[in-house]
């Protein structure tokens, strides 16, 4: 999304090749903001301007546009202007936009690029989508166990431009494993000539490579840090991941929880709604309205089954709505309270049975409103010509209460209890989506409603 | 939520007194490790453990503790020990606590605390909830225009164990207007002699008081900030926003998006899950299920309305599960889409339109899927005998699957533009429940439903 408030300005400072005020006039802008305004340009006039700056702010700018943005101006800049660029480029931000890149460009830049940066982009993108070594950036401050205080401190101002944060330091032996962090507010606070091993905090709060992010992102939040350090199953450190990708993370996350819940399947689209095609959206949507088709069909051949109670008493018909509308809607809600806990870290798996028991003593109190609601509404609304003379109309109004009722039960225990089971057998509890869970619940409650009305009243 | 796995140890080791050993080992623990074993205490021994702290781990610990834990300790410890444990207390944590005591605890204390502190809670508690002011915390390091780097590193010496971060500090000017800011970055990579007024950055993102919380979420997340400035409405600098509360924001707001569009109403609940009583837990969601109860019944009247219809064609029955779950997922999906992209900021109410049209596209291939698949289910799976002699299997199978398809369209579009409204006259978009939705389009779907029947087939 550019910003496009200025933008007739900067297209006159453009066109009339005012370089100088240009770069002025966008220096004093937050990176961020630069990166909005020009983004609504063409990719060569983004160039243009970008060229203007130094390494370092010319990164940060181009790191801050959206990845499709990147992408076009990547695949379609210099090479030599390619290559300034994402030398300096955050790690984490570059190996992201390799793996946004065309195959072949990628391969391509990969050979022209230095060494250093060749090994690192080729190892970061090395872990699998979603770990915390795919979202890791290599730019840390890593300090060795026999530095002062005052060493540490020269090599943090040598380094400090191009590292992610200077904030928090590390601490590693000749091998590279992790020993110990340090933040910066401790160092300016300690006497230049202690060791740095003899003042680290050696209880280090780590994630694996392997690990999912959001694991990574759970414990920067639960510890209030700027970083996390990453490591390999030998302790050595890897990289870092930082708070505002945690914030990002919890973010995706989010959004991910929402649609799978909402039962719109696939990755959450990194683009904005109205630049995601219509193909996409209805793609992502198709899946499950098409399978819950399915079961709403199926619910309809249930019903069929029971056609001659049907005909018998037509009644019936008019409180399916209500008894859908309760078990859809007392599933949907325990279901997600039961994620959100889940979600939070708040509930174990192992916690099911008090879940069960809690859940049990709730519906059943739900069950007894609408049961009460319901059964005051059938009994004295009713017109006596609505049912045959074989029923009475207090026999019709407890079938529908006691059938609701039981409907409102068994739709929250199985809403509440799906995302545990799904946690137990390791699959993400949040695919379980509370259309789908509608549906199967109301499926359930077709039979309990029919064959309620088949035992109490005999049709 | 307590640690409980070395809980017999810390036990044995208080009852054995062996109060060296116990702080020598809890003082290696993160502060919120100590915290989540401490919980799990009685107050009483809370206590013990926490005045064998000097004074900012003893206020670290206690502020990671669970607010019912720390409300339970104030309201039940010594006053001595309670001041002592107060006043070195970050100044958000200790207006947060202040909101959460019994008014006649909080009014006592307060008359008890030093006055700089009683001031400071009395002005941090007087911002409405929900606002930045009622979350900033007034530790922050401001500077003065004519500080030199020098003597700005030296103010960081002296003042940083009581400051919520010193990473970013702010130049303020006589009036305590907020001129710039300066990271600790920068500052130690500058002259000595520099003033901090020549080298900060002017360009600050800052929110007012007044403004929403989450405004200030969104910043720090947008711009990857460690902590925003809150300024009144002449600039002057009132306090911090840090990004951990951020991101304890972005989690907070994410539940209650969640919570209702699933019905559930109320505030968000600070407790876990399992702490929460069953009557919070039913008040939360019996108010929805009523209601909603109510228009199923209103669903099942129009029904009513329809009767002779019904009588006629019994075999439409059998496809009303299947145009509800059209509909409540259709809907669903465009809604949530929607109401995400809105809480996002990437889409604006004025775009209305675009989305209207993009959705009724969308919309548009769902129905041709759905009504496909309808038509050839009636058409070809239907025995004739379920429908009477002067139906065709063509007009009934035509009804079903164009009811289902001008329900899905109509759902779709219903969905999309529910939350732009909200937004428009100023209500939370979110307050719009998806089960709620679910049971409109269902009540609109049943009298498409019906009406088309009866204009096509003449019942």
Chains 1, 2 share one sequence.
């Not at 990147?70 to 300034?84: A, T, Y």
Request: hydrophobic share 50%.
């Amino acid at each position: 999304m550019g910003n496009t408030l200025l933008l007739p300005e900067i297209a006159e400072l453009l066109r009339k090749k005012k370089f100088d005020f240009l770069r002025e006039f966008i220096s004093e802008m937050h990176e961020k903001e630069a990166a909005d305004y020009l983004s609504s340009l063409s990719p060569s006039d983004i160039w243009k301007i970008l060229n203007l700056f130094d390494a370092h702010k010319r990164a940060d700018v181009f790191s801050y546009m959206d990845m499709d943005v990147q992408v076009k101006m990547i695949s379609g800049g210099l090479k030599r202007h390619v290559l300034d660029l994402l030398t300096p480029m955050s790690t984490d931000d570059r190996a992201d936009l390799f793996q946004h890149l065309d195959k072949h460009v990628a391969d391509k830049l990969l050979t022209y690029l230095p060494s250093r940066e060749r090994a690192d982009v080729l190892h970061l993108t090395s872990y699998e989508e979603g770990t915390a070594g795919a979202l890791m950036s290599s730019d840390f401050v890593a300090l060795h166990e026999n530095d002062t205080v005052a060493s540490a401190i020269k090599t943090i101002r040598k380094i400090a431009p191009g590292k992610e944060t200077v904030y928090y330091t590390y601490i590693l032996n000749d091998s590279g494993v992790l020993l110990g962090f340090l933040s910066l507010r401790k160092l300016i606070l300690s006497k230049p000539q202690v060791l740095v091993r003899e003042i680290m905090k050696t209880d280090v709060i780590v994630v694996a490579a392997t690990d999912d992010q959001e694991k990574a992102s759970n414990l920067i939040n639960d510890y209030d840090l700027i970083a996390i350090p990453v490591v390999n199953s030998d302790n050595k450190m890897l990289g870092i991941i930082t708070y505002d990708d945690a914030i990002d993370i919890i973010r995706e996350e989010q959004t991910e929880d929402m649609e799978r819940l909402m039962a719109i399947s696939g990755p959450v689209e990194e683009k904005p709604y109205l630049d995601i095609g219509i193909l996409t959206h209805f793609r992502k949507r198709v899946v499950w309205v098409v399978i819950l088709g399915f079961f709403g069909i199926l619910t309809g051949m249930i019903i069929q089954g029971f056609q001659k109670t049907l005909e018998t008493l037509i009644v019936l018909t008019f409180y399916m709505p209500l008894l859908n509308a309760a078990g859809g809607n007392t599933g949907s809600q325990s279901a997600t309270v039961v994620l959100r806990s889940l979600a939070l870290d708040q509930l174990k798996p192992g916690d099911i049975f008090r879940v069960l028991k809690k859940e049990f003593v709730i519906s059943a109190l739900l069950a007894l409103c609408l049961g009460i609601i319901t059964f005051l509404r059938v009994h004295l609304l009713t017109a006596p010509d609505q049912i045959g003379a074989e029923f009475t109309l207090l026999s019709v109004a407890t079938v529908i209460a006691l059938a609701l009722s039981i409907q409102v039960v068994w739709s929250t225990l199985f809403g509440a209890i799906i995302p545990i089971i799904a946690v137990k057998v390791k699959i993400d509890p949040a695919v379980f989506s509370s259309p789908a869970l509608s549906t199967i619940v109301d499926m359930g409650g077709v039979v309990i409603y029919f064959s309620i009305a088949k035992m109490i009243l005999g049709i």
